[in-house]
């Protein structure tokens, strides 16, 4: 059973998204990765989102590049959280594809993350957080994580610190 769904919208989205499947994988998350289009197969993803949601999928995150609708079309179809990462694919570097993303009309919120692979790292931090809500255990590898970054940050700030020979 996937807790989580990641749609790309092309083929050609896949590097840039692949940071949010490696980073579920690391956090323990069971969740499926698949393309599926808003306009080019969109039985295909109405097909899914109702299949994914009965075997019990509870957050859908959609990548998307161009006028992207992806996620708004997954929105349209399930009322599960759905996280939105605009991709930078075209001569507007990803601004057509934020604004698609990000401006949903009322009753039907897209949660969007950042452009690229730095809104795909936190699409799943999001996805992790959302499902943490109701499992105490991914919580507390959540606070570890966190607890990781500060650690890091006083490693970064030793070393620079640090009298140079
Ligand atoms: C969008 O159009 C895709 O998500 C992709 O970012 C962009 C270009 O798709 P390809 O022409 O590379 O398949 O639908």
New binding site residues.
């Given amino acids: 059973m996937s807790r989580v769904a990641i749609f790309?919208?092309?083929l050609?989205?896949e590097e840039k998204v692949r940071p949010c499947s490696e980073l579920l994988s690391t956090l323990g998350i069971s969740h499926t990765f698949t393309v599926t289009?808003a306009?080019r197969s969109a039985e295909r993803t109405e097909k899914l989102v109702e299949e994914l949601e009965r075997e019990g999928c509870q957050v859908f995150i959609c990548a998307?590049?161009?006028a992207?609708h992806l996620a708004g079309a997954v929105a349209a179809r399930t009322v599960k959280p759905v996280i939105g990462i605009p991709?930078a694919?075209s001569a507007l570097n990803g601004m057509d594809a934020l604004l698609s993303t990000v401006m949903m009309p009322p009753g039907f919120p897209v949660a969007t993350v950042a452009l690229d692979k730095a809104g795909a790292r936190n699409a799943a931090w999001l996805a992790a957080q959302i499902l943490a809500l109701s499992d105490p255990e991914l919580d507390e590898r959540l606070r570890a994580a966190r607890a990781t970054f500060a650690a890091e940050v006083e490693a970064a700030a030793a070393k620079l610190e640090a009298p140079k020979a």
């Fill in positions: 790309i919208g092309s050609s989205d289009s306009h998307a590049g161009m992207a991709i694919a």
